[in-house]
């Protein structure tokens, strides 16, 4: 069995996550039990989600446990097989979390998942046509629920989620609006993406400057927030926010290091009868499905052109992900392994 390479959780972050939280470490890979499957990963997934995790705080998921492999998602190849469900060579996605091959049992139910890469290369199934396209499509569709000729605006507009909140709304005849950080990103959400607009929140000095920003773009007001950051971005959409708007509460990156996020007009809330609904899209297995089926489709049509981030090898990950936390990452950030 090959030599693993592994990043463990060694301690947990005091306000700002650092390299030094984490510890690399080898060893050896278990020989295969019945029904499992070894898969060398490909790709490593790098979510935001995973900061949370770090710390030993209440929350819809466990704490990552000290001592143990960063829990993540990942993208491979089965090289040995003890299930008869999967030969060497299938592509698999998993989570088979921060190393280089992982051994799977593989009758535990959503354990690995076949994946075609006929038409998706295999990286998008941890980005677009994965976890992050399914939270971008339930949040969308379930919560905010737009009506054609309806605004939309989501921040984050140029990661994993933003790009696919946007042209899921176009696709439902929606004003599609971005907030991003920086005009590259801002570019590549209107010219690639085919928002309708999109504003780089760092060019405006507080939330009165960036709503004015907004009110240019949003001539109608605003009547869906996809919500990825939470701070400045969401005081500025909610002072343009329409009767009865809805708010899908899917991130709030600006707090993960612990800083609290004060919100300064919940009274909007009530004034304009508004729905703030937060949701965790692995709570929502059903709609899965039917998410993928778009999703896919519009990937594979070229509706949907995901950017990645990509580092290269497992020792790049600390730093890739502390990049992600601060913007760093250019769409869905991602290690390649293999
Ligand atoms: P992204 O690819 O969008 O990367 C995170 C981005 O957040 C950064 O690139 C940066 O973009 C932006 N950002 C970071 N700090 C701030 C800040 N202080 N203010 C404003 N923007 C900031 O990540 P994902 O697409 O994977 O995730 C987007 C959000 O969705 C996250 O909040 C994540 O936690 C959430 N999520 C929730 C799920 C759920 O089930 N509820 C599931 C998956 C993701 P920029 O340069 O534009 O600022």
């Not at 994965?130 to 969308?140: I, K, R």
């Not at 933003?162 to 439902?172: C, H, N, Q, T």
């Not at 692995?282 to 089926?293: F, I, T, Y």
């Amino acid at each position: 069995m090959p030599q693993n390479q592994q990043i463990l959780l060694d301690n947990r972050p005091q306000g700002e996550a650092s390299a030094s939280n984490f510890k690399t470490i080898t060893s050896e890979t278990p020989a295969l039990q019945d029904g499992q499957v070894l898969v060398r990963h490909h790709f490593l997934s790098l979510d935001p989600y995973m900061r949370g995790r770090m710390n030993d705080a209440k929350s819809y998921a466990a704490p990552q446990p000290l001592g143990k492999v960063m829990q993540g998602g990942t993208a491979g190849e089965v090289v040995e097989s003890r299930h008869p469900k999967f030969q060497p060579g299938d592509k698999v996605v998993g989570m088979g979390g921060w190393q280089l091959y992982s051994v799977v049992d593989a009758n535990a139910p959503g354990s690995l998942r076949k994946v075609d890469t006929t038409h998706v290369p295999l990286s998008h199934y941890l980005g677009a046509v994965g976890m992050p396209g399914v939270t971008a499509w339930y949040g969308l569709t379930q919560v905010i629920e737009p009506k054609a000729g309806q605004t939309l605006v989501v921040s984050a507009a140029s990661g994993a989620v933003g790009s696919a909140v946007g042209v899921l709304a176009k696709a439902r005849g929606c004003r599609a609006v971005g907030v991003a950080g920086g005009p590259d990103k801002c570019r590549y959400v209107t010219e690639e993406l085919g928002f309708d607009a999109c504003i780089d929140y760092k060019a405006h000095a507080d939330a009165v400057a960036l709503s004015k920003a907004l009110a240019d773009v949003c001539p109608d007001g605003v009547d869906g927030y996809f919500e990825n950051v939470g701070g400045m971005v969401t005081d500025a959409v909610m002072l343009r926010t329409n009767p009865f708007a809805r708010i899908a509460v899917c991130g709030m990156i600006a707090g993960y290091d612990g800083k609290p996020i004060p919100m300064a007009y919940p009274q909007l809330i009530l004034t304009n009868r508004m729905k703030v609904q937060g949701f965790i899209v692995s709570e929502h297995m059903e709609v899965w499905p039917e998410a993928l089926k778009e999703l896919g489709q519009l990937v594979g049509s070229g509706r949907l052109r995901p950017r990645e981030s990509v580092a290269q090898g497992l020792d790049a990950a600390p730093e890739a992900f502390l990049g992600m936390l601060k913007g760093r990452n250019f769409g869905k950030q991602l290690v390649k392994l293999a």
